[in-house]
T-cell receptor
Framework: NAGVTQTPKFQVLKTGQSMTLQCAQDMNHNSMYWYRQDPGMGLRLIYYSASEGTTDKGEVPNGYNVSRLNKREFSLRLESAAPSQTSVYFC???????????FGPGTRLTVL | DQQVKQNSPSLSVQEGRISILNCDYTNSMFDYFLWYKKYPAEGPTFLISISSIKDKNEDGRFTVFLNKSAKHLSLHIVPSQPGDSAVYFCAAADSGTYKYIFGTGTRLKVLA
């Protein structure tokens, strides 16, 4: 039982490049979330998926897209990376919307 | 406008003593509060939560107190251990939404 897994752990991109961050959970949770964490700031919600087949914007969605591929997987895509997207990205899941969220280990992304 | 504030960026405590971490919030709609612990290069780990219908919740060495009139919650760790050294985030949510709002974190160092 791995909980929430994220790939890759580290990534360096050049401005304008695209990439997809992958997240999977094996807890049979319905809801999944993407956050970013920047120095001196708390975690901020980018997008979330309350249940399979639904996605919605969080606090800081600009520059990102998401796909809830199935119940297990929720990916985050940067279409044209910018230096302002340099951050640590965390995926989380919960049994249902509003329930306690459990986090993955994070992806550290640097955009040059 | 920061709805959840942790005004102490860092705290040092001697092993065996009590650690008290504080968190203030401004949104009176918040009715569910959580504490997460985060070690370097790992994702946040759920520690303890409290609903607004309670004023105290205890789990082993960890107790969370909620003062709704003051819009304040605190996490007490007794006795503190060196393994408790980490960054602690408080989070608040309106249970009618899916969105947690995180504070900026307090770095706790427990000195042996």
């Amino acid at each position: 039982n791995a909980g929430v897994t994220q790939t890759p752990k580290f990534q360096v991109l050049k401005t304008g490049q695209s990439m997809t961050l992958q997240c999977a959970q094996d807890m049979n949770h319905n809801s999944m979330y993407w956050y970013r964490q920047d120095p001196g700031m708390g975690l901020r919600l980018i997008y979330y998926s309350a249940s399979e087949g639904t996605t919605d914007k969080g606090e800081v969605p600009n520059g990102y897209n998401v796909s809830r591929l199935n119940k297990r997987e929720f990916s985050l895509r940067l279409e044209s990376a910018a230096p302002s997207q340099t951050s640590v990205y965390f995926c989380a899941s919960s049994e249902a919307p509003g329930d306690t969220q459990y986090f993955g280990p994070g992806t550290r992304l640097t955009v040059l | 406008d920061q709805q959840v504030k942790q005004n102490s960026p860092s705290l040092s405590v001697q092993e065996g003593r009590i650690s008290i971490l504080n968190c203030d919030y401004t949104n009176s709609m918040f009715d569910y509060f959580l504490w997460y612990k985060k070690y370097p290069a790992e994702g946040p780990t759920f520690l303890i939560s409290i609903s607004s219908i309670k004023d105290k919740n205890e789990d082993g060495r960890f107790t969370v107190f909620l003062n709704k009139s003051a819009k304040h919650l605190s996490l007490h760790i007794v006795p503190s251990q060196p393994g408790d050294s980490a960054v602690y985030f408080c989070a608040a949510a309106d249970s009618g939404t899916y969105k947690y709002i995180f504070g900026t974190g307090t770095r706790l160092k427990v000195l042996a």
